[in-house]
């Protein structure tokens, strides 16, 4: 079975905000109608989003380090707010995983985002249906969009590639592949939610040198310091021939 | 969770008008076992099951406005195998047509016999129409419960006493209002009401301090860590993307302040369980025809600050994510 989803790598995302306005272009002006706004240009605005960039602070200064940190539907595995739906509205398409709510018989109840422990469903004040993340479907099947561009408006918008896409049941898909060895995690692992989507950590590159391997006994220039060398151990270079 | 007064309206005043069918048919059950005198059918049975109708359809109507779409509000009756809130849409009008065929039986005095079980139990027309009503009744109490308990990411509501407190708060301030209504009414079903009224009452308030007391050392399973997925002790959030208003930062967050917050659960206390309590009591004493009534309404307003502290008092883990706007 097909479970299409999305793999975010923080290790890469510098928190431009691109894949948050993107997917606003896009799904605002999509099939679905308008994502709309309130007072967009005037006080208190107010809108519709699907993917939000947010920022973290980790540790204290100094050794604090900054997450960026992109938050959409997650399309879980076992979603809660499907069930919870009185209408059917809310439903996970069998064929490839994706969560959706169909507009035309959603009734504005909002019982689907109270049981969302993610925050991913919004209601939209003007039309007033239940909206979230579609993943673009309406981009992933479109045969008229070139093949490199049936992918969710996000991850094409992504400069550093930190938005990656694929079907995270296929073992050998490049977001698999980037989950098992990248140590991919699921947020919010406590509810059983099994989101589909998966964060890819910070991670650091360290190299590891011990003394030794900067001073080389043979160096005739330090031969003076290398005697004073404390340990009375043989070094790696006495008890090998280079 | 900010409260929404539709749905602090619906649930109050269903549950009244549960409680009050209850109290009646309770009334008749006893009348049958000649435990109290059997009382006009029209006067008492049909006017009463009136009363409660209107509750439940006030209630009805207050739902309508939570609604975005209310025109659409028939598609939520699809989902009843999954869906607590489908299952209290089928069973609300199941039971507002039970109780308008109760209050209508005995309105056109189908009260005569069918048959007599074992000699002594006679069985009429409205004795199993009450049955009926009465199951109904509870699984409505069980449904709307359930809509709150059944959210497990909502851990002050996810226990088996949000769904006693439904049924035991309703069903007070049914018997409340049946004890007011025999008052005004001037017949003696004070004291049965009234004593009914004054024991429900209190073990709602058992029920209801048992979950303030859960909640108030209830261990979060969600924290930012696990929202986030970074191990650290300390993280803070500097921005959660946005300076305008969003849905997620409206719905989820009660916007009080903590002491107000602490007004309205000591208001709901006072108000909902000792005040009508004390009410009663005097009325009885002095047989007052009108102070029973205003037992019930103290219960009444008590019960909406309870129903908005209910939900204000509910923390959705979402909002770990929205704790700083820049």
Known sequence: MTQLALVIDLNVCVGCHACVTSCKEWNTSGWAGPLTDQNPYDADPSGCFFNRVQTYEIGEFPLTETVHFPKSCLHCEDPPCVPVCPTGASYKREEDGIVLVDYDKCIGCKYCSWACPYGARELDEKQKVMKKCTLCVDRLYDETLPESERKPACVLACPTSARLYGDVHDPESDVSVKIREEGGYQLMPEWGTHPANHYLPRRKTRIHIHKDELVRSDNPLEKEKISKLPSSEPTLDDITSW | ?326
């Open chain 2, 1 to 326: 969770m900010r409260p929404a007064f539709s749905v602090i309206f619906l649930t109050t005043l269903i549950g009244v008008g549960q409680g009050l069918f209850l109290a009646l048919f309770t009334g008749q059950i006893y009348s049958l076992a000649k435990l109290l005198p059997a009382q006009d059918s029209r006067v008492f049975y049909a006017t009463g099951s009136a009363v409660a109708l209107t509750f439940l359809v006030l209630g009805l109507a207050a739902s309508v406005f939570h609604l975005g779409r209310p025109e659409r509000a028939w598609r939520s009756a699809a989902k009843w195998r999954s869906s607590w809130l489908s299952r209290e849409v089928i069973i609300l009008p199941i039971t507002l047509f039970l109780v308008f065929l109760y209050g209508a039986l005995h309105y056109f005095g189908y009260t005569e016999p069918l048959f007599v079980i074992q000699g002594s139990l006679p069985v009429d027309p409205t004795l199993i129409v009450g049955v009926l009503a009465t199951i109904s009744t509870f699984l409505l109490f069980l449904c709307t419960g359930m809509i709150y308990a059944s959210l497990r990411f909502l851990q002050e509501w996810h226990s088996a006493l949000t769904v006693f407190n439904y049924i035991l708060l309703g069903a007070a301030s049914g018997f409340m209002l049946a004890t007011a209504y025999s008052a005004l009414l001037g017949i003696h079903l004070v004291g049965f009401y009234g004593a009914w009224a004054v024991v429900l009452t209190l073990a709602a308030f058992i029920s209801r301090m048992a979950s303030l007391m859960r909640n108030r050392t209830i261990k979060r399973k969600s924290s930012i860590q696990s929202a986030i997925g970074v191990r650290h002790n300390r993280i803070v959030q500097e921005s959660q993307g946005f300076m305008g208003g969003s849905f997620n930062t409206r719905e989820f967050f009660h916007g009080k302040s903590r002491l107000m917050l602490k007004w309205v659960k000591h208001g709901f206390i006072v108000l909902t369980f000792f005040v009508p309590v004390v009410l009663v009591g005097i009325a009885y004493r002095n047989s007052s025809e009108t102070l029973a009534l205003w037992a019930f309404v103290v219960q009444y307003i008590g019960l909406l600050m309870e129903r908005w502290y209910f939900f204000a008092d509910a923390s959705h883990p979402q909002n770990i994510y929205y704790q700083s706007i820049a």
